[in-house]
């Protein structure tokens, strides 16, 4: 496990001044809860579970993670979740709110923390701060995470408690069955990717009680009521990306926005082959969300560079299917995708298996036509025993329409799932083979180089006052108008600096820019490298623990955004890749500074000698 540890670790096991790493411990290790479990532990777990809720909507689906801070004579210290990726974990900040109080308290976790970013900071404070036992609901369900928090509380003395470890050995009814099925639901997006390699995908539509989405004409605003649209729009902010096919914005012209005023904004993306869409179509306003249009190589490819003009990416494929478009989503690191399409679109995505749930909304209304769409095209099907199961798990009543919710046989559901990631049948993520260190979300593996990691940086400004910024993106966006001398500036860089979450400080850093780009310093184009290598340098020159993880690697470090080509490798790998680079010149000052400071000790030691 040399790989595991930080520098100083291996250094001195290599020496023979320490013992290895003990071996991953078994589930049945003492901490275990073998039997029913105490009704105060599913009570607090489920409490877990409702708070990592709290973020949904506000930021981009992420693991969500609640904390409940408990002290030994039972009383509540801090309830907690993480808002979004970068910012502080549940843990961390329930820690921070019980401060002394926190030693001796026993710790309620929905999920397990999360070690793959390479930082184990969250370990590191539940240890430091005196907790005794940590309960768990779920073990992390991504291979590079899982176990491995369980492991180190457990290597560093605190009991452990997995309500997971249960999963096969109670009846569904019961108390420890129905909490277990709020962990896993609160991060079934978690869940999917760990098994199917692919984002959770819905489809969702709405049909009449005679299954037409249209009529004949293709007329379809609307099919259900007001309450029911409010729930699509609700269910959008909960997704990375909502997907469409070309039909769907030449016929309704859709905007696929959330009809809110901030919070999160899915990316809205076409499906086309031919590019045969509107010159003028309400998703080419990117000012609200971003939109990413995915076609054949070479189709329409003027069109293509007038879309780009307007803000809107376009990617080409060398053949477009919706797994490709799956595969793609998973590379942008989304966890959450909603399919708003047609029939036409919806039968080869269901029938590459890219879809795992539905979303269906009957309303009260026949309105007839053979040739009326339905919600779904020809699958192939000849005989009513090949149709598909769907696993019903709601029903409910919104407004003068119904609702009805399930996963398919692609999917089997959360406790399916679960159970596959347990036997290990099926695992996507794994540790690359190569010196490569490849990177994206700060929640997933070697996160912890990406900008959006939860390491704040101060830094001093022009005036010569330092200032402290909560990530690296909350400078880096900011620095975009500091020093501009104008009052709009002076407030957009202020409100950059009071978000919550770097994603949140991206969002108003980048909208700014595209509404205001005469509020931007001037030349920032040949500026945003200094700035950059400036930030991260201050990251890692700040924090001893990752600054460890990054001398400790050797090979290419790459950005893996598939959209971004400056900063990033790019989809098709031909990326400027600026990002990666500026950490590989950041890695080599500091190893040249810690040279440099060995050579000056040794000096210091032989001249006192």
Not at 24 to 52: F, H, I, M, P, Y
Not at 90 to 101: G, H, L, M
Not at 373 to 401: I, K, N, R
Not at 553 to 573: L, M, R
Request: with cysteine.
């Amino acid at each position: 496990h040399v790989e595991d540890m930080d520098m100083a670790q291996a250094r001195r096991l290599r020496m023979g001044k320490t013992r290895p790493m003990a071996c991953r411990c078994s589930r049945t290790n003492a901490g275990s809860n073998g039997g029913r479990w105490q009704a105060v532990d599913l009570k607090r777990l489920a409490e877990s579970a409702a708070l990592a809720n709290a973020s949904r909507g506000q930021t981009a689906p992420h693991p969500y993670t609640g904390c409940v801070l408990v002290s030994r004579d039972g009383n509540v210290l801090a309830q907690t979740h993480q808002r979004g990726q970068g910012t502080l974990s549940a843990p961390a900040e329930a820690i921070s709110a019980a401060r002394e109080a926190a030693k001796g308290a026993t710790a309620y976790l929905n999920l397990e923390p999360c070690v793959c970013a390479g930082d184990r900071t969250q370990v590191e404070e539940l240890v430091a701060s005196g907790v005794e036992r940590v309960v768990l609901g779920m073990r992390h369900p991504l291979q590079c995470a899982r176990d491995r928090a369980v492991d180190d509380l457990r290597r560093a003395g605190l009991r452990v408690d997995v309500l997971e470890d249960l999963l096969d050995g109670v009846d569904e009814g019961s108390p420890e069955a129905q909490t277990l099925a709020a962990c896993l639901q609160t991060n079934e997006e978690l869940l999917h990717l760990a098994v199917t390699g692919k984002p959770m995908s819905t489809l969702k539509y709405a049909m009449t009680m005679d299954g037409k989405i249209a009529t004949t004409k293709m007329h379809a605003a609307w099919v259900t009521a007001p309450d029911a649209r409010g729930l699509v729009f609700r269910e959008r902010a909960l997704s990375d990306a909502v997907i469409v096919g070309g039909n769907t914005v030449r016929r309704d012209d859709p905007q696929l926005t959330t009809r809110q005023e901030g919070g999160h904004h899915p990316v809205r993306v076409v499906m086309s082959r031919t590019l045969a869409l509107p010159e003028d179509a309400k998703l080419w306003n990117v000012s609200q969300a971003p939109t990413v249009v995915m076609t054949q190589r070479g189709a329409r490819a003027q069109f293509q560079q007038r879309l780009r003009s307007m803000g809107v990416q376009v990617v080409e494929f060398d053949f477009l299917n919706p797994l490709a478009v799956a595969d793609y989503c998973v590379e942008r690191g989304f966890l959450r995708v909603l399919w708003e399409c047609g029939g036409t679109l919806a039968a080869p995505a269901i029938a590459s298996g890219v879809i795992h749930k539905t979303m269906a909304f009957v309303a009260p209304k026949i309105i007839g036509g053979s040739n009326a769409p339905t919600p779904c095209g020809d699958l192939g099907y000849v005989e009513m025993t090949q149709a598909l199961s769907v696993d019903v798990v709601g029903v409910q009543q919104v407004g003068p329409d119904i609702l009805i919710s399930g996963y398919l046989p692609s999917s089997g559901g959360v406790r399916t799932l679960a159970r596959k990631i347990a036997k290990s049948e099926s695992q996507h993520y794994s540790r690359p083979k190569d010196r490569t260190v490849s990177f994206y979300k700060a929640w997933n593996l070697n996160g912890y180089l990406s900008n959006f990691s939860p390491h704040s940086i101060t830094l001093q400004t022009d005036n010569g006052e330092p200032t402290t910024w909560l990530t690296v993106e909350h400078f880096y966006q900011a620095a975009k108008f500091i020093d501009v001398g104008n009052p709009q500036a002076k407030e957009i860089v202020q409100r950059i600096k009071d978000a919550p979450s770097p994603e949140e400080a991206a969002r108003i850093g980048r909208r700014a820019e595209m509404l205001h780009p005469e509020l931007v310093v001037p030349g920032w184009d040949n500026l945003k490298l200094e700035v950059m290598h400036r930030a991260v340098k201050a990251k890692f020159s700040s924090h001893q623990n990752i600054r460890e993880l990054l001398l400790g690697t050797s090979g290419e470090i790459v950005e893996a955004s598939p959209h971004d080509f400056f900063w990033g490798c790019g989809y098709d790998k031909s990326g400027s890749n600026h990002l990666g680079k500026v950490l590989q010149n950041v890695r080599q000052e500091l190893l040249e500074e810690r040279e440099h400071g060995w050579q000056s000790n040794e000096s210091q030691e032989v001249g006192n000698n």
